[in-house]
């Protein structure tokens, strides 16, 4: 079955410490992979997406993101959060060969800043 | 303009009241996405429509009735409604179709409260 894990539910840093936010897939197929942003009561705002090629890929505000086949993982990161990094962040993956429009969600991780 | 504009913000209706939500985009994209979200969940798609015809339903009630009018905009029919039908809906548009192979654009949502 195809599905997205994000295993850490809620994360609190403090601004200025790194950030590494989990996401493992479950995909019968080369997937497509996506990292968004929602603040509250917002759209979802793409951070970043992997194809192919280079494994780390880098997105908007600072984020990258690092594709491991081997553990079926697309682990997001960021040097030095920001107290405006604050929000929800979700894990997406698509199918790569099939133009159908749906992406498979994680449940989220809730990211809190402390000053 | 990279804006995705939907229109109501918020919305409370009745059980037997009959609303739509609007979407509009003018960045000349093909595809057009309606998804649901309930709290603190991810993002559930619910219609996708490619060059302005419905090519995904994901077995969604007939009280949500999209419309496409135009290849600018993309409409939910609402009529009907049970009070578990209130969350975030969510409409997003692509340069052609599979979200996958695109970068996406999200709206901020109309929050709807049945009552």
């Known amino acids: 079955a195809q599905s997205v894990t994000q295993p850490d539910i809620h994360i609190t840093v403090s601004e200025g410490a790194s950030l590494e936010l989990r996401c493992n897939y479950s995909y019968g197929a080369t997937p497509y992979l996506f990292w968004y942003v929602q603040s509250p009561g917002q759209g979802l705002q793409l951070l970043l997406k992997y194809f192919s090629g280079d494994t780390l890929v880098q997105g908007i505000k600072g984020f990258e993101a690092e594709f491991k086949r081997s553990q079926s993982s697309f682990n997001l990161r960021k040097p030095s959060v920001h107290w405006s990094d604050a929000a929800e962040y979700f894990c997406a993956v698509g199918p790569y060969s099939s133009n159908t429009g749906k992406l498979i969600f994680g449940q989220g991780t809730t990211l809190q800043v402390k000053p | 303009d990279t804006e995705v504009t939907q229109t109501p913000k918020h919305l409370v209706m009745g059980m037997t009241n009959k609303k739509s939500l609007k979407c509009e985009q003018h960045?000349?994209?093909?595809?057009m996405y309606w998804y649901k979200q309930k709290a603190k969940k991810p993002p559930e798609l619910m219609f996708v429509y490619s060059y302005e015809k419905l090519s995904i339903n994901e077995s969604v009630p007939s009280r949500f009735s999209p419309e496409c009018p135009n290849s600018s905009l993309l409409n939910l029919h609402l009529h009907a409604l049970q009070p578990e039908d209130s969350a975030l809906y969510l409409c997003a548009s692509s340069q052609g179709e599979g979200l996958q192979g695109q970068k996406a654009f999200f709206g901020q949502g109309t929050r709807l409260t049945v009552v």
């Open positions: 960045m000349g994209h093909r595809a």
